[in-house]
C-alpha cells in the first residue's frame, strides 16, 4: 500500500511549478491590497436571491448581508440584528436592527427592508426561503428599527433560516413594486456589505470597491475585489500558484491536483470552509420507474459501489462517505439510527437475484442510462465513469449520458431520466435542506432542486412536519433520527459521500474564512497577513 | 471584365453564401431537441411554465417559423445578430469584442506558417533526394500527423511547466493591467505559444507545396533558357523558380482560412486565448443559438472576404489569370 | 573547308541506371563549321537533343558527359568551371528550344526577359538594354514593339513568341546558335517563316548555327551539311546535296524514301452513283465564358459540305484551328452539331437520338491521334479490341477469333493479346487503335491526325497499312492531317479548310498542281524541302 | 501490380507506415484476448507513473490501465476514422462522378456547395452537428461524414472531367459504350489511385478529428477513446505527464502511418512513374 502513497505524494512534488520567471511581473504594491478571485464563468446577473450558485455567494456574500450570522457551532449570533428574542412558545421572534447601517447608494437600513425582504422577495424567488418563510404568519415592523415575526406554528430551524445565503436582506427602496427578474439592479446590486458593486467588464472581470459607510469599524481591510473568468481548471491552478489570483474554492481546482495544492507552501487550505453548506453528493433514481421503485435494487445499487475507494481513490481523498440524508458534523445526525451498506457486491448479487433479475445475455442483469453532470471531465465525470464500472461487476449495464447546463436542468425537472447525478446542500438544518426532497409536497414537475425522484412516504412526510414545529431540539432529534431511520433503510436516495470542498488562498491574507458559511460570509475582515 | 465588376460579382457571392450560411445554421439549430426558452429557464435556476411562456413571447419564439426566420434576415441585413442568451448581450458586440484577439492570434500563425513553410520548402527543393530534404518530408509530415490540442499541450508541458519560460494561459497577464508598450510586449509573449502551435500544422503543408512547386518548376523549359542566357543562379532560383512556385501557395492560403478558423477553436481552448474560437465552443456547450448562428455569419463573411483577397493576389502573382474567366 | 569553331571529339553521355540504353550518346565527333548551318537529324531517341545540351552544358539532372571532348577557341567546353561556362552561355553560345509556350517564364514581361540577359553579360542601365530589346525584336520582323515589350509570354502567337526566343538568343551576337528543334510545334506556315529568318540571320551575322531536326525536308531547305544520327551515333555526314544525292549508309537512304514527297499519284476513284455519306451546310459554335464575362461564341465549324463515296479517301487538310478535327468530330457525333444535315446510307444523322443513332454508329468508326492517349492504360490489348462486339452484345469466342484475325491483318501478333497498352510502342499502339475499328466492320473509317505523333519510318507503315486496310474492306476513309505531304500520298481527294470553313476541295491531283486560293499556295509552298526532294 | 509493388516498397518511408500501422490494427483487433481486463476495469490507485508493479505505461485519472486503455481506444480511432471516410467516400465518389461526367447545372451546383464547405470553418459545424445528434459513436461519424465528403466530391469530380475528354473514352464512345459502361470500366479505374491517395489522408485526419471532439467532451461518453483520455487529463497533465502524452503520441504515430502509406501510394500509383 505504500508504494501507492508515495507515488500519489511524489506526483504532487515533482509537478510543484517551479516558481515561474513569467509570474514575477504580477506583484506591483497598489495590487497588493486588491483581493484577487476568480469566478468559472460569468453569472446570467447578480440577484442574489434569484439566482443561489456558489459563485453568486462568494460575490454578493459581500454586497447583500442577512441578518444573523452563525458561528463554528451553528449557533446563530448577531449581524444586521443587534439582538433577538424568541417568545418561550416558539410562535414569536423580535429582532432589533443596527440604526446605524445605511445601503451602498446612502439610503437609511430598517424594518421596511427586512420585511420586504422576508414577507416578499425571498419567498418568491429563493425556493429554501419559500419552505422557511412557508411558517410565517405575519411580519410587523414595530418601529423603524424592530421587526416582529408571528408564527403559524413553532418552527426551530427559523433563525438558522435568516443566515447567510438563506435569506440576504434586499433594499425594498430599489426592489418593491418592480419586476424581481428584470429590474436594473440586477446587473448593479446595491447591499449594505462591506464590498460595494463598481464594474462589471463582461466576459472578463467584475469589481468590488471598499464600502467605506460600512457599519462594522475597521472593516473591509481590502480596497477591494476583483472576480476575474478563469474557464479552464488548469488555468485557476497556474493562476493559484502564480500567485495571479488569490482566492480558489471548490470546483475551482480539479481534485487531481488538490494534494499538489496542498504541498505548496504560499497556498493556505481549508476543507472547513463550507461546513455550512454541508453538501452532500448524491444520486437521484427516478422512482416512478421499475426497478428504481424496488427498495431491493436501490440497496443493490448501494452495496456495488465501493464507496470508500470513491472518495480515497478517485476523489484523492477529499470528503467522507455519506451514510445519512443528513451530514455527520450536523447536529441532527444520528450515526446509531442509519442503515449502513458497505461494499458487498456479493450482496448487491444477491439482492437482485431476490428481485428477479438474474443475469441475461453476457451476464447483464438490468440495462439503464445515468445521466452526468456537464463538469467537462472533472470529478463528476470520474465519479460516474468510476460507478458505472463498479455496477457492471454486479451485472448491471450503465448508458452514461452526456448533456450541457441547459438540458440537465431541463431533463431533470421534467423527470426525464433513470438515474442522474446531482449535489445537495443542507444549509444547517434538515427542515432548510433535506426534507425538500423527501416531501410528497415538493414534487413539482419542471423545477429542479425538488423531489424529483417522485419519493413519497406519509409516515417521512408527517415526521418532517413535527420535526420543523417541535420547540424542544430533544423532540426534534428524536424525529429527526426516526427520519434517518426510515429513510436509510428505504434508501430513499443513493448517498454517495459527504463533500468536503476545499478552499484555497494565498498566505499573504489572514482572516479569510470566519465561520462555516466561508465566503458566503463575506470578505469583510479579510486583511494583509 | 476589369477588376472592380469581378471584386462587385464576388462580393455578391460573399452576402449569397452568407445567406446559405444563416439558413443551414437557422435550420440546424432547430435540429435540436428543446427550444430556447427551456434553455434560458434553465439557466435562470428553475423553469416553470409560466416563465418560460413569458420567455417565448418576450424572444417571439411563439411566431411560425417562417416568420421568425424572415424577421432574423431582415434584422441580419441590418448587423443586428440578436441577443446573446447566456452574456445577456448583443451578440454581435460579444463577437467584435473578440474578433481581434483571433484575427491577431490567426494572421500571426499564418505569417509563421508562410514564413517557416517556403523556407523550409526552399531549403528542401535545393537539393531533392538529400538528407536535409528527407528530414524535412518526415518533419512536415510529422506536424501534419500530430493532433494540434495536444501539441498545444505538449508545449504547454514543456515550455511553462517543466521550463517555465512562457506563460500558458490567457492573453495577457491576469490582473497585471498593463498599458502601452508594456501590454503589447506581455500579449505578444502570451501569443508565443498558441500562435506557434496553431502554425506548425499549416506550416507543415507549406513546406511541402512549396517544396513540390519548386522541384516541378525547375524542370520547366523556361529555367533552361534563363540558364541557356547565362545569368547568375541566384536570378534563376529568385526570378524565374521561386514567383513561379510561390503561385500555388496563395491558393493554398485561401483554401486554409476556413480550416484556420477550426484549428482556433481548439488551440484557444487549449491555452484559454479569448478569441471566438472558444466563443465557439462555449455557444456550442451552452446552447447559446444565436451567438452560435452570429459567429457563423461572420465567420463566413471573413472567410469569403480572405478568399476574394487571395484571388485577387492570385490575379496578381499569375498574370496568366484574367479575374473572372 | 575552313577550320571549325567547335569540334566534338568522341563525345559519350550517360543515361542513369534502368534506362532502355547505358549511352545516350555514343562517341560522337563533329566539327561545327564557322559561318554555315549544320543540321543533325535523327528519330527520337538518336541522342540529337542531348548532344546540343551537352554544347550549352545543359544536360539535365542524372545525365552526365562520361567522356570526349568539346573544343571551342582552344578550350574544352566539358572541363570548364560552372562559372566560366556560364559567362559563355548566352554570349559566344545561345540556344532556342521547340517549344516556344513554355520556353518563356510566364509571369515575367518580355522586355524583362531580353534585357536581363544583355544585362548579365554587360552592366548597362535598363533603359538602354530595353532599347537594344527593341532594336532586336524589330529585326526579327516583329512590329508595335514598345507594347511587345511589355506583354506577357502568354499574350503572343507560337510564331511570335520563337522570334522573342530567336532576338533574345541574339541579344549579344553570339558566334554559335543551337536550335532544338525550334518549328516542331509549330503550324506549317509559320514554320516556314521561322526558317527563312534562321536562314537570313545567319548569312546576315555570319554566325554559324547547330540545327537539330527529325525532318529530312527541313534538312533540304536550311542545311549546309548534315549528319545523321542513330541510336547515339552518327550514321553519315557531309554536305547535304551530298547526303541527299547520294546517302551511303543503308538507314538514311530509308530516312529519306519515307518522306511523303507530296507527289500524288492516286487516281481518283470513279465515284458512287449516291454517295456513301453526304455533310450539308454543317456549322459547330462552342460558347465561352461565364455568367459574368458574356457569352462569346466561335464558330469552330461554319457551313461546311462534303461528299464521300466507299472505297474512296477523302484528306482535310489545315491547320490547326482550322476546325478539321472539330468537322470530325461532328460528322461521328461526338459532339453535336448546330445546323446541317449528315446524310449516311439515306438516313440524317446529324440530331437523331440515342437509341436510333446506335446502329448506325457501329458503322463509322474512328482511329485517333495520340497514341499514349488512346488506349485505355488499364485494360488488356485483347479487352480493348473486343469492347466494339461486347457492347454490341455479339458471342465472346466469336468476337476473340476474329480479333486474332484482325490483329494479324493490322500486323500484330496475336499472342500479344493479354498485354497492357505500356508495353508496346507509339506504332503498334495505333494499330491496336485500328483494329479496334475494324472489329465492327465499319463502312466510314475516320482518321483523326493518326501518323502525327509517330517517328517518320513508322509513320510510313501505318500510312501504307490504312491505305491497304481502305482497299481490302472497300472503306470510305476520312483523312485528317496538318501535313500537305501526308496528305498528297494517302487522299483522292483533298479539302482545304481555314477557320472553319472550306477554302478549297477537289482531286489531290489539281489541288497541289494549280491551286485556286492564295492560302493554298501559301501552305504548298511552306512544304519544308519541296522542291530539292521532288528533284532527287 | 508487381511494378505498384516495386514502387510502394522502394521508398522506406511507405514500409514504415505500413508496419507501424499493420501493428496498430493488430492490436486493437487483438486487444480482447491480448488483456484479461477491460478498459475501464480500475487497477490500482489513479497516477501511478509508467513502470510501476504490472503497470507498463502507468494508470490514468481513475486508477486504469494505460496501457489497456490505449489498445482500446485504438479501436474507437480506427473505426471512426475508417467508417466515416467510407460514408464520405460513398456520398462524394457518387457527386463527384455524376457531376463531373455529365456536368451542367449539377456540376455548378455541386461546385457551390463544395465551395460553401470551403467557406465555413467545418470543425464548428461539426462541433454543433454533434452536440446537437447528443454526442454518440454513430453522431462522430455521420458529423465528420458529412463535413468532410466534400473534399472527396472535387477529387473525384476533377479526375472525371479530365478523363471524359481523354480520347479512349471518346472511342468507348464511338465504340456504341453506355455511360454507365463507360464510366464503369474505363473512367474509374484510371479515377481511383489519386481516391485512394485522398481516403489514405482522410482516414488521418478523421481520426485526428475524433479525438479532438473526444478531447472538448463531445464524444461518447461511454468509450475511451485517445482524444477523452487526453481531454481526461487537462488537470492531471500538471501532476502525470504520462496521461497526456502517451495517447497523443498514440494517436501521431497512427496519423502518421497513415500518411506515409498515402505518400507511398501516391508515388506507386503515379502513372508519370509507370511509362
Known amino acids: 500500500m505504500d508504494w501507492d502513497r508515495r507515488a500519489m505524494l511524489g506526483a504532487a512534488a515533482a509537478g510543484v511549478l517551479a516558481h515561474p520567471a513569467w509570474a514575477q511581473r504580477s506583484g506591483t504594491t497598489a495590487r497588493q491590497r486588491t483581493i484577487n478571485a476568480m469566478m468559472t464563468d460569468e453569472p446570467a446577473h447578480l440577484n442574489y436571491p434569484l439566482f443561489n450558485t456558489r459563485i453568486m455567494q462568494e460575490i454578493c456574500g459581500n454586497i447583500n448581508e442577512s441578518l444573523l450570522q452563525v458561528d463554528w457551532q451553528f449557533k446563530p449570533q448577531p449581524n444586521l440584528a443587534r439582538d433577538f428574542e424568541m417568545s418561550p412558545d416558539g410562535m414569536r421572534y423580535t429582532f432589533h436592527l443596527r440604526p446605524d447601517v445605511t445601503w451602498h447608494d446612502g439610503m437609511p437600513f430598517t424594518a421596511r427592508d427586512v420585511a420586504f425582504s422576508c414577507g416578499v422577495m425571498l419567498p418568491q424567488l429563493n425556493p429554501r426561503s419559500r419552505g422557511a418563510f412557508s411558517h410565517i404568519r405575519e411580519i410587523k415592523a414595530v418601529d423603524r428599527y424592530t421587526v416582529r415575526f408571528e408564527m403559524k406554528e413553532p418552527f426551530n430551524a427559523f433563525l438558522l433560516s435568516l443566515v447567510a445565503s438563506s435569506a440576504p436582506m434586499m433594499p425594498a427602496h430599489i426592489y418593491e413594486g418592480t419586476d424581481f427578474r428584470t429590474n436594473p439592479y440586477n446587473f448593479k446590486p446595491v447591499g449594505t456589505g462591506p464590498f460595494k458593486f463598481n464594474r462589471w467588464a463582461r466576459g472578463q472581470f467584475i469589481h468590488l470597491t471598499r464600502n467605506a459607510r460600512y457599519w462594522q469599524p475597521g472593516r473591509p481591510g481590502m480596497d477591494g475585489i476583483y472576480y476575474r473568468v478563469c474557464p479552464t481548471p488548469e488555468q485557476r491552478l497556474v493562476a493559484m500558484e502564480s500567485g495571479a489570483v488569490d482566492l480558489a474554492m471548490a470546483d475551482d481546482i480539479d481534485t487531481v491536483v488538490n494534494l499538489r495544492m496542498v504541498a505548496n507552501p504560499s497556498i493556505v487550505a481549508r476543507a472547513d470552509a463550507f461546513n455550512g453548506t454541508g453538501e452532500i453528493s448524491v444520486m437521484e433514481m427516478n422512482q416512478r420507474r421499475w426497478p428504481f421503485n424496488d427498495r431491493r435494487f436501490r440497496a443493490a445499487f448501494m452495496h456495488a459501489i465501493d464507496r470508500e475507494f470513491l472518495v480515497k481513490a478517485i476523489n484523492f481523498g477529499l470528503g467522507k462517505v455519506a451514510h445519512s440524508p443528513i451530514p455527520s458534523d450536523l447536529p441532527y445526525y444520528d450515526d446509531k439510527a442509519v442503515t449502513k451498506y458497505h461494499h458487498d457486491p456479493a450482496r448487491a448479487r444477491a439482492l437482485l437475484d431476490e428481485m428477479g433479475l438474474k443475469p441475461g445475455k453476457g451476464g447483464v442483469r438490468h440495462r439503464f442510462s445515468i445521466m452526468m453532470i456537464p463538469d467537462g471531465g472533472g470529478t463528476w465525470t470520474r465519479g460516474v465513469h468510476y460507478i458505472k464500472q463498479a455496477l457492471s461487476e454486479v451485472g448491471l449495464e450503465v448508458k452514461l449520458e452526456s448533456t450541457d447546463w441547459p438540458t440537465f436542468s431541463r431533463r431533470s425537472g421534467n423527470w426525464e431520466f433513470d438515474v442522474d447525478c446531482n449535489s445537495y446542500g443542507q444549509y444547517g438544518d434538515p427542515a432548510i435542506g433535506t426534507s425538500r426532497f423527501f416531501l410528497t409536497s415538493n414534487i413539482r414537475k419542471g423545477v429542479p432542486q425538488t423531489n424529483l425522484q417522485g419519493y413519497s412516504n406519509p409516515e417521512v412526510d408527517a415526521l418532517f412536519a413535527k420535526a420543523a414545529v417541535a420547540v424542544e431540539p430533544a423532540e426534534a432529534q428524536r424525529h429527526y433520527s426516526r427520519l434517518q431511520q426510515v429513510l436509510t433503510h428505504d434508501v430513499a436516495m443513493v448517498w454517495l459521500y459527504e463533500r468536503k470542498p476545499m478552499f484555497f488562498y494565498n498566505k499573504r491574507l489572514k482572516n479569510v474564512i470566519m465561520g462555516p458559511n466561508g465566503p458566503a460570509d463575506g470578505f469583510g475582515a479579510v486583511t494583509l497577513a | ?280 465552443y462555449e455557444a456550442v456547450t451552452t446552447r447559446d443559438n444565436p451567438l452560435l448562428l452570429g459567429i457563423f455569419i461572420v465567420t463566413a463573411v471573413l472567410v469569403s472576404l480572405f478568399n476574394l483577397a487571395t484571388d485577387i493576389a492570385y490575379s496578381i502573382a499569375d498574370p496568366r489569370v484574367e479575374l473572372g474567366r | 573547308m575552313a577550320e571549325a569553331l567547335i569540334s566534338i571529339r568522341d563525345l559519350t553521355v550517360a543515361l542513369p541506371p534502368g534506362a532502355d540504353r547505358a549511352h545516350a550518346v555514343d562517341g560522337v565527333s563533329l566539327d561545327i563549321p564557322r559561318n554555315e548551318i549544320l543540321c543533325i537529324v535523327g528519330e527520337s531517341g538518336s541522342g540529337k537533343s542531348l548532344t546540343a545540351h551537352a554544347v550549352m552544358g545543359l544536360l539535365p539532372r542524372g545525365v552526365t558527359a562520361s567522356g570526349g571532348q568539346i573544343l571551342f577557341g582552344g578550350a574544352d567546353l566539358l572541363r570548364q568551371r560552372p562559372e566560366a561556362m556560364r559567362k559563355l552561355r548566352g554570349r559566344d553560345i545561345a540556344m532556342i528550344f521547340q517549344d516556344p509556350m513554355a520556353a518563356l517564364n510566364p509571369v515575367v514581361n518580355i522586355g524583362q526577359q531580353i534585357t536581363e540577359q544583355i544585362r548579365a553579360h554587360r552592366g548597362i542601365g535598363e533603359k538602354e538594354a530595353l532599347q537594344q530589346a527593341a532594336g532586336l525584336l524589330a529585326e526579327m520582323g516583329l512590329k508595335d514593339t514598345k507594347s511587345l515589350l511589355k506583354s506577357f509570354p502568354h499574350q503572343l502567337s507560337g510564331g511570335q513568341r520563337q522570334r522573342v526566343m530567336i532576338a533574345m538568343a541574339l541579344s549579344l551576337s553570339p558566334k554559335l546558335l543551337v536550335a532544338d528543334e525550334p518549328t516542331t510545334a509549330l503550324d506549317v506556315t509559320t514554320q516556314a517563316q521561322i526558317l527563312k529568318l534562321i536562314k537570313r540571320i545567319q548569312s546576315e551575322r555570319e554566325m554559324s548555327v547547330l540545327f537539330i531536326t527529325h525532318d529530312f525536308g527541313v534538312v533540304a531547305d536550311m542545311a549546309d551539311r548534315v549528319a545523321v544520327m542513330r541510336q547515339g551515333r552518327v550514321v553519315e555526314s557531309g554536305t547535304t546535296t551530298e547526303v541527299l544525292s547520294n546517302p551511303t549508309h543503308s538507314y538514311t537512304r530509308a530516312l529519306i524514301a519515307a518522306v511523303p514527297t507530296g507527289e500524288c499519284d492516286l487516281p481518283p476513284p470513279p465515284p458512287d452513283a449516291v454517295p456513301l455519306m453526304a455533310v450539308t451546310r454543317l456549322s459547330k459554335r462552342f460558347r465561352r465564358g461565364g455568367f459574368f464575362s458574356g457569352a462569346s461564341a466561335i464558330a469552330a465549324v461554319d457551313n461546311v459540305s462534303l461528299t464521300l463515296s466507299r472505297g474512296e479517301t477523302l484528306g482535310i487538310v489545315g491547320e490547326s484551328g482550322s476546325g478539321k478535327s472539330t468537322l470530325a468530330r461532328c460528322v461521328i457525333r461526338l459532339l453535336d452539331p448546330d445546323e446541317g444535315e449528315i446524310l449516311f446510307d439515306g438516313a440524317d444523322i446529324a440530331r437523331m437520338g440515342a437509341r436510333g443513332l446506335r446502329p448506325l454508329r457501329r458503322r463509322i468508326q474512328m482511329v485517333f491521334q495520340d497514341p499514349f492517349s488512346s488506349l485505355n492504360p488499364r485494360e488488356t490489348v485483347g479487352d480493348i479490341i473486343i469492347a466494339g462486339p461486347r457492347a454490341y452484345g455479339e458471342d465472346m469466342r466469336e468476337a476473340s477469333r476474329r480479333a486474332a484475325d484482325i490483329m494479324r491483318l493490322v500486323g500484330l501478333n496475336p499472342e500479344t493479346m493479354k498485354r497492357f497498352p505500356h508495353e508496346f510502342s507509339g506504332g503498334q499502339r495505333q494499330r491496336i487503335g485500328l483494329a479496334r475499328a475494324l472489329m465492327l466492320k465499319p463502312d466510314v473509317l475516320i482518321a483523326d491526325e493518326p501518323v502525327s505523333a509517330l517517328d517518320v519510318t513508322v509513320q510510313a507503315q501505318v500510312l501504307k497499312l490504312l491505305d491497304d486496310v481502305r482497299q481490302q474492306m472497300n472503306l470510305a476513309m476520312l483523312f485528317i492531317t496538318h501535313d500537305m505531304r501526308v496528305a498528297a500520298q494517302v487522299c483522292h481527294r483533298v479539302m482545304v479548310m481555314r477557320h472553319g470553313q472550306v477554302v478549297e476541295s477537289g482531286p489531290t491531283r489539281e489541288i497541289f498542281a494549280a491551286p485556286s486560293s492564295d492560302y493554298t499556295r501559301a501552305l504548298l509552298a511552306a512544304i519544308p524541302g519541296r522542291g530539292l526532294l521532288a528533284a532527287v | 501490380m508487381r511494378d505498384f509493388l516495386r514502387v510502394f516498397f522502394s521508398r522506406p518511408i511507405s514500409l514504415i507506415g505500413l508496419v507501424i500501422f499493420a501493428a496498430i490494427v493488430v492490436i486493437a483487433l487483438l486487444a480482447p484476448f491480448l488483456f484479461v481486463r477491460g478498459p475501464f476495469t480500475i487497477v490500482g490507485m489513479p497516477l501511478l507513473p509508467p513502470g510501476a508493479p504490472g503497470l507498463l505505461a502507468g494508470s490514468d485519472v481513475l486508477g486504469r490501465d494505460m496501457v489497456v486503455g490505449l489498445a482500446y481506444g485504438a479501436r474507437i480511432s480506427l473505426l471512426v476514422g475508417i467508417t466515416s471516410t467510407l460514408c464520405a467516400l460513398g456520398i462524394g465518389m457518387l457527386l463527384g462522378a455524376v457531376a463531373g461526367y455529365y456536368g451542367g447545372w449539377l456540376d455548378d451546383l455541386l461546385m457551390r456547395v463544395t465551395e460553401f464547405f470551403q467557406i465555413i470553418p467545418s470543425f464548428v459545424l461539426l462541433m454543433v452537428l454533434v452536440a446537437f445528434l447528443q454526442p454518440s459513436l454513430s453522431s462522430t461519424v455521420i458529423g465528420i461524414a458529412l463535413v468532410t465528403w466534400p473534399q472527396v466530391a472535387r477529387v473525384v469530380r476533377g479526375e472525371f472531367l479530365s478523363l471524359r475528354s481523354r480520347e479512349f473514352v471518346q472511342a468507348a464512345r464511338t465504340l456504341g459504350m453506355g455511360d454507365a459502361r463507360i464510366i464503369v470500366t474505363q473512367i474509374l479505374p484510371n479515377a481511383l489511385p489519386p481516391i485512394i491517395v485522398v481516403s489514405s489522408m482522410m482516414v488521418g485526419s478523421a481520426i485526428l478529428t475524433e479525438s479532438a471532439l473526444s478531447f472538448l467532451g463531445l464524444g461518447d461518453p461511454n468509450l475511451l477513446s485517445w482524444g477523452s483520455m487526453i481531454g481526461g487529463s487537462r488537470s492531471a497533465m500538471w501532476v502525470a505527464w504520462w496521461t497526456t502524452v502517451l495517447p497523443g503520441v498514440a494517436i501521431m504515430l497512427t496519423v502518421l502511418a497513415l500518411n506515409f502509406i498515402g505518400d507511398g501510394l501516391n508515388d506507386a500509383l503515379n502513372p508519370r512513374r509507370r511509362r
Open chain 2, 1 to 280: 471584365m476589369n477588376r472592380l465588376s469581378y471584386i462587385g460579382a464576388r462580393l455578391v457571392k460573399t452576402v449569397l453564401i452568407t445567406v446559405a450560411v444563416v439558413l443551414l445554421s437557422f435550420f440546424l439549430i432547430r435540429l435540436a431537441p428543446g427550444d430556447t426558452a427551456t434553455v434560458m429557464a434553465g439557466q435562470a435556476g428553475f423553469a416553470d411554465e409560466a416563465f418560460m411562456k413569458s420567455l417565448r413571447a418576450e424572444y417571439g419564439l411563439d411566431q411560425p417559423v417562417p416568420v421568425q426566420l424572415w424577421k432574423y434576415l431582415t434584422a441580419v441585413a441590418q448587423g443586428d445578430l440578436g441577443m446573446s442568451f447566456v452574456r445577456r448581450q448583443p451578440v454581435l458586440d460579444v463577437i467584435l469584442e473578440r474578433l481581434p484577439n483571433t484575427m491577431l492570434l490567426n494572421a500571426f500563425a499564418l505569417l509563421v506558417a508562410i514564413g517557416g513553410g517556403v523556407l523550409f520548402g526552399m531549403f528542401a527543393a535545393r537539393r531533392p533526394g538529400s538528407a536535409g530534404d528527407a528530414s524535412v518530408t518526415v518533419l512536415s509530415m510529422l506536424f501534419y500527423a500530430v493532433p494540434q490540442f495536444w501539441l498545444g499541450m505538449m508545449a504547454m508541458l514543456v515550455f511553462s511547466v517543466w521550463l517555465g519560460w512562457l506563460p500558458p494561459f490567457g492573453i495577457e497577464t491576469m490582473g497585471a493591467d498593463y498599458t502601452g508598450l508594456a501590454r503589447i510586449a506581455d500579449i505578444a509573449v502570451h501569443m508565443i505559444l498558441p500562435g506557434v502551435t496553431l502554425a506548425l500544422y499549416f506550416m507543415a503543408s507549406y513546406a511541402r507545396l512549396t517544396r513540390t512547386a519548386m522541384i516541378e518548376v525547375a524542370d520547366q523549359d523556361f529555367v533552361k533558357t534563363a540558364r541557356a542566357k547565362g545569368i547568375s543562379e541566384g536570378q534563376v532560383a529568385h526570378r524565374h523558380i521561386l514567383r513561379n512556385a510561390l503561385i500555388p501557395l496563395v491558393t493554398f492560403a485561401g483554401l486554409q482560412a476556413a480550416i484556420l478558423v477550426g484549428g482556433s477553436v481548439l488551440v484557444e481552448n487549449v491555452f484559454s486565448w479569448p478569441g471566438v474560437g472558444t466563443l465557439a
